[in-house]
């Protein structure tokens, strides 16, 4: 995995070099790259961008530049997301790589008195073999170092009526015994304490360690004894066992060998600071180091999922930035109409009032007030009607920017007025206001109920957890 990362940094470095040569960041060479092969020309992304920045006029090389700046926005999150994963990655892989358990390749520390027992996972290299025999992953466990006195037990539970089920370990019946029982010390809800003993010794121990490996095929009949201890009390219970001997194949019989090695190694010195490792088995070098589990291509993988998400996410949010911005544009039609009809009603035309009530935005913008987009687009329309624009062309240039049917409606009556006169335009005026305030009454009504859909599982919660503070309680009362 390590060679992945390195290719990923050596990416950026190439990136970074080819990048300042043209004097520029990456993401921007990035998308000079990807701009000559067509790969950042979607229609939709331009026309909702222009529409969220009015000032562009629809001057392409304006417009030009705000979808520039939209894409290497983009690819600079997602590299730098890349980047931030890959360098996580190199940390845990670091951290893996480091404090090799096996030292002087075959000596491994026991933990300090009272640390307790240590798991180890290590790697076995077999000279000679190949295919899976030739390297093998153990997992075993190193006892802590240990006071003279100290003797280790094992436990296990066991409710004692269902002995003769529970001890079977991973065997199929009593009948049939080929691996190690448990033979449990401890009834878990009962208050016997239970000791085993086994008729035979050199085939089941005390402890359910079954020795097998001398058996014949016929096998041999071992009898447990199950010791139930409690006070004065004392009660037997003898379970006939048929063990027979193991049936491994060369891999595990070698895999058997080694693990007896390693217990052996570790039990020979108990009090010493290291435990020496088996060197070889049955003629053949053993190479011993830690196995370790590598987690970092995970969470690169994870990562650059993530980042591609951002990325496409990217668009979404363009997406819902174009909704608000037709949302907020409906939300002002009412007014607009009304201010509109009112100063065309006091004598003012259809210009003047244009560009009074865009420059009467201009001054409120220019004064920290909030942006609205349809005054946004009225100022474009004045600059058009300022630079020779005919009044109907602009008019109409600003139904089409909108892009609402409720503007090409109006931008309609507007036309129509400079065409035929103003006879009507007036009552036309008030038709459409009165419209107006009644589609923005249904619409209000409509974002309330999307409200009150959107807080439905926020209350759901509430009500859960108000249930849980009052149940609890009396539950708990009901309980002591």
Same mark, same amino acid.
């Given at each position: 995995?390590?060679?992945?990362?390195?290719?990923v940094?050596?990416?950026?470095?190439?990136?970074?070099?080819?990048?300042?040569?043209?004097?520029?960041?990456i993401?921007?060479?990035?998308?000079?790259?990807?701009?000559?092969?067509?790969?950042?020309?979607?229609?939709?992304?331009?026309?909702?961008?222009?529409?969220? &920045?009015p000032?562009?006029? @629809?001057?392409?090389?304006?417009?030009?530049?705000?979808?520039?700046?939209?894409?290497?926005? %983009?690819?600079?999150?997602?590299?730098?997301?890349?980047?931030?994963?890959?360098?996580?990655?190199?940390?845990?892989?670091?951290?893996?790589?480091? @404090?090799?358990?096996?030292?002087?390749?075959?000596?491994?520390?026991?933990?300090?008195? @009272?640390?307790?027992s240590?798991?180890? %996972?290590?790697?076995?290299?077999? +000279?000679?073999?190949?295919?899976a025999?030739?390297?093998q992953?153990?997992?075993?466990?190193? *006892?802590?170092?240990?006071?003279?006195?100290?003797?280790? %037990?094992?436990?296990?539970? +066991?409710?004692? &009526?269902e002995?003769?089920?529970?001890?079977?370990?991973?065997?199929?019946?009593? *009948?049939?015994?080929?691996?190690?029982?448990?033979?449990?010390?401890?009834?878990?809800?009962?208050?016997?304490?239970?000791?085993?003993?086994?008729d035979?010794?050199?085939?089941?121990?005390?402890?359910?360690?079954?020795?097998?490996?001398?058996?014949? *095929?016929?096998?041999?009949?071992?009898?447990?004894?199950?010791?139930?201890?409690?006070?004065?009390?004392?009660?037997?219970?003898?379970?006939?066992?048929?063990?027979?001997?193991?049936?491994?194949?060369?891999?595990?019989?070698l895999?058997?060998?080694?693990?007896?090695?390693?217990e052996?190694?570790?039990?020979?010195?108990?009090?010493?600071?290291?435990? *020496?490792?088996?060197?070889n088995?049955?003629?053949?070098?053993?190479?011993?180091s830690?196995?370790?589990?590598?987690?970092?291509?995970?969470?690169?993988?994870?990562?650059?999922?993530?980042?591609?998400?951002?990325?496409?996410? %990217?668009?979404?949010?363009?997406?819902?930035?174009v909704?608000?911005?037709?949302?907020?544009?409906?939300?002002?039609?009412?007014?607009?109409?009304?201010?509109?009809?009112?100063?065309?009603?006091?004598?003012?035309?259809?210009?003047?009032?244009?560009?009074?009530?865009?420059?009467? $935005?201009?001054?409120?913008?220019?004064?920290?007030?909030?942006?609205?987009?349809?005054?946004?687009?009225?100022?474009?329309?004045? $600059?058009?009607?300022n630079?020779?624009?005919?009044?109907?062309?602009?008019?109409?240039?600003? @139904?089409?920017?909108?892009?609402?049917?409720?503007?090409?409606?109006?931008?309609?009556?507007?036309?129509?007025?400079?065409?035929?006169?103003?006879?009507?335009?007036?009552?036309?005026?008030?038709?459409?206001?009165?419209?107006?305030?009644?589609?923005?009454?249904?619409?209000?009504?409509?974002?309330?109920e999307?409200?009150?859909?959107?807080?439905?599982?926020?209350?759901?919660?509430?009500?859960?957890?108000?249930?849980?503070?009052?149940?609890?309680?009396?539950?708990?009362?009901?309980?002591?």
């Amino acid at each position: 995995m390590i060679i992945i990362y390195g290719m990923v940094f050596l990416f950026y470095i190439v990136l970074h070099c080819l990048a300042r040569k043209r004097g520029m960041e990456i993401s921007g060479y990035f998308y000079e790259m990807g701009r000559r092969k067509g790969m950042f020309g979607q229609r939709g992304i331009r026309e909702n961008i222009s529409l969220l &920045q009015p000032d562009s006029g @629809g001057r392409a090389e304006r417009e030009g530049e705000y979808v520039k700046q939209f894409y290497i926005g %983009k690819i600079k999150l997602f590299l730098q997301m890349l980047l931030l994963g890959n360098l996580l990655a190199v940390c845990l892989w670091l951290a893996g790589s480091m @404090g090799d358990i096996v030292e002087e390749g075959k000596y491994i520390r026991r933990n300090a008195y @009272g640390q307790g027992s240590m798991e180890t %996972k290590l790697q076995a290299e077999i +000279e000679g073999e190949e295919g899976a025999a030739a390297c093998q992953d153990f997992t075993f466990w190193i *006892e802590e170092r240990q006071y003279e006195t100290v003797l280790v %037990k094992q436990m296990a539970r +066991e409710l004692a &009526q269902e002995l003769p089920r529970r001890i079977l370990g991973s065997n199929v019946s009593l *009948e049939e015994v080929r691996e190690d029982l448990n033979l449990c010390k401890e009834a878990e809800g009962y208050p016997f304490r239970i000791e085993w003993e086994s008729d035979d010794y050199a085939y089941v121990s005390s402890d359910g360690t079954v020795t097998n490996d001398e058996l014949r *095929e016929e096998g041999a009949v071992v009898c447990l004894t199950a010791v139930f201890l409690y006070g004065d009390y004392k009660e037997e219970h003898i379970f006939p066992v048929h063990i027979f001997p193991p049936q491994y194949s060369e891999e595990e019989r070698l895999r058997r060998k080694i693990y007896e090695l390693l217990e052996d190694k570790e039990g020979e010195n108990r009090y010493g600071l290291q435990v *020496e490792l088996p060197e070889n088995i049955e003629g053949k070098q053993l190479f011993w180091s830690e196995r370790r589990e590598d987690s970092s291509g995970m969470l690169f993988l994870l990562t650059g999922i993530a980042a591609v998400a951002v990325y496409l996410l %990217k668009n979404r949010d363009l997406r819902e930035r174009v909704e608000e911005r037709n949302r907020q544009m409906l939300l002002d039609y009412p007014q607009l109409v009304s201010r509109i009809t009112l100063y065309m009603g006091a004598g003012m035309t259809v210009r003047n009032v244009f560009c009074k009530i865009a420059l009467d $935005y201009q001054k409120e913008r220019q004064a920290g007030g909030k942006m609205h987009y349809v005054y946004e687009e009225m100022l474009l329309a004045c $600059y058009e009607l300022n630079s020779g624009v005919s009044e109907a062309a602009a008019y109409e240039h600003f @139904g089409r920017r909108c892009r609402l049917i409720q503007y090409m409606k109006f931008t309609n009556l507007l036309v129509q007025n400079l065409k035929k006169g103003s006879n009507g335009i007036l009552e036309a005026l008030h038709r459409e206001a009165k419209d107006a305030f009644e589609e923005r009454r249904n619409l209000a009504r409509k974002l309330g109920e999307e409200a009150g859909t959107k807080l439905l599982l926020p209350m759901m919660l509430m009500l859960g957890i108000v249930m849980v503070l009052i149940i609890a309680p009396a539950y708990f009362s009901f309980s002591a």
